[in-house]
């Protein structure tokens, strides 16, 4: 059975080009945070832009690593939060913190006794910190979204009308084709 499917060849494209830049912006703005507070690199160096379709519409999304949502909304501490802070106090993952500790690496200072903390005591401790005092919130992906939107979303209308403009014009081409001229009977 033939349809007539819109196809929107010049409005995936500028998706798929927003989506891109979207990632890259955001991936910029956390790398630049980065060099502040030492936040991991495995959220940005897995960062992936994907333009789908359910039949009905587009939707533009980025793949994540779960704890995005803790680096763009904060968490809340127990005995003190960081101002904006969203999520509640939490104890993060210690196998996160160790894998973080691994990564950066973390100089553990010795104790009172002269001793080096072990990993997963260090992850302990990086953890109860959190867990009381909660982590700052750094929006990058919501400043990104919110500096690309003004730029994007005309050229995003533009594509969308030219696709809906070529698809009129072709139905009207097809449909004139299709009309035969009736046999005057007079």
């Known amino acids: 059975m033939e349809t007539n499917a819109l196809i929107l060849p010049r409005t995936v494209a500028t998706l798929e080009a927003y989506s891109k830049a979207v990632a ?7 790398l630049d945070r ?12 897995t960062i992936r832009a994907l333009v789908t379709t359910n039949g009905h519409g587009y939707e533009v999304s980025l793949s994540l690593q779960d704890y995005w949502k803790y680096v763009e909304g904060g968490s809340k501490g127990r005995f ?33 006794n002269g001793k080096l903390p072990s990993e997963r ?10 867990a009381f005092h909660g982590i700052e919130p750094v929006p990058a992906l919501a400043q990104t979204i ?35 001229p009736r046999a005057f009977e007079g």
């Open 146 to 180: 919110e500096e690309l939107n003004g730029r994007w979303l005309p050229m995003i209308e533009a594509a969308f009308e030219a696709d809906v403009e070529a698809y009129a014009d072709e139905l009207i081409t097809m449909a004139a084709e299709d009309v035969t």
């Open 121 to 130: 005591s260090l992850a302990f401790l990086i953890g109860r910190k959190i």
């Open 34 to 45: 980065d060099k502040v507070t030492k936040l991991s690199g495995k959220l940005t160096n």
């Open 24 to 30: 890259a912006l955001y991936r910029r703005k956390l």
């Open 80 to 112: 003190t939060s960081p101002p904006g802070a969203v999520y509640p106090a939490h104890w993060p993952p210690t196998a996160a913190i160790e894998e973080w500790i691994r990564v950066k690496p973390v100089i553990p200072y010795p104790d009172k």
